[in-house]
């Protein structure tokens, strides 16, 4: 069975430019979730969606930030502009069903602001 | 706000031996889950505990609910060097009797095997 895939597992960009992350969560799973790691604040949770919509967005650091979630196979994470402390693992994880706590993640992207 | 405190920071252990690691909370959690991360991928769900003073196990894998549902182990035995990696415990935030599916992480284990 396929789990959750993410794309591009790295991303190396210019500060200034606009990013993309996509992600694929695993089908049949209702709730997906974007997470950022960093060395300094360990795992932090950005946004989730239950059913493709956004039930809470409050660690989505700035403006900056925006996440959709079209239809229940596909989501994106979008930084515009980007700034050099974006830099990060960005994982993106779905779950079967919200009240069990499961996660499953993906392989995470590894994004490098210069 | 809520924080999950999770200890040894890092252990370096022989291969063959045992691992303990815990975590703990101010605040009860519905949810225990441990998951854990190698280089350069996400992390991977080992355990998941739902009942306090719950004991499960996954292998060489024990993992515990805590009776007062603010605190859980993981106990590792008999060490290999795949073991080697980060663990992390989190905690699904409570909200009345239903889990919120949002997760709070621990700082994370690292684990360094000695073969």
């Known amino acids: 069975d396929a789990g959750v895939i993410q794309s591009p597992r790295h991303e190396v960009t210019e500060m200034g430019q606009e990013v993309t992350l996509r992600c694929k969560p695993i089908?049949?799973?209702?709730?997906l979730f974007w997470y950022r790691q960093t060395m300094m604040r360990g795992l932090e949770l950005l946004i989730y969606?239950?059913?493709?919509?956004?039930?809470?967005d409050s660690g989505m650091p700035e403006d900056r930030f925006s996440a959709k979630m079209p239809n229940a196979s596909f989501s994106t994470l979008k930084i515009q502009p980007s700034e050099p402390r974006d830099s990060a693992v960005y994982f993106c994880?779905?779950?079967?069903?919200?009240?069990?706590?499961?996660?499953?993640f993906g392989p995470g992207t590894r994004l490098t602001v210069t | 706000g809520q924080q999950l405190n999770q200890s040894p920071q890092s252990m370096f252990i022989q291969e063959g031996e045992d691992v303990s690691m815990n975590c703990t909370s101010s605040?009860?959690?519905?949810?225990w889950l441990w998951y854990k991360q190698d280089p350069g991928e996400g992390p991977v769900l080992l355990i998941a505990?739902?009942?306090?003073?719950e004991l499960t196990s996954n292998g060489r894998l024990t993992a515990q609910f805590g009776i007062t549902r603010k605190d859980s182990f993981l106990n590792i035995s008999a060490s290999i060097p795949s073991d080697v990696g980060i663990y992390f415990c989190?905690?699904?935030?409570?909200?009345?009797?239903?889990?919120?599916?949002?997760?709070?992480f621990g700082q994370g284990t690292t684990l360094q095997v000695k073969p």
């Open positions: 994880a779905s779950s079967p069903d919200r009240g069990l706590g499961e996660q499953y």
């Open positions: 089908s049949g799973h209702n709730s």
């Open positions: 969606f239950n059913n493709n919509v956004p039930i809470d």
């Open positions: 605040s009860i959690f519905n949810t």
């Open positions: 505990l739902y009942k306090a003073g």
């Open positions: 989190a905690g699904d935030k409570t909200h009345g009797s239903s889990n919120t599916g949002k997760l709070i």
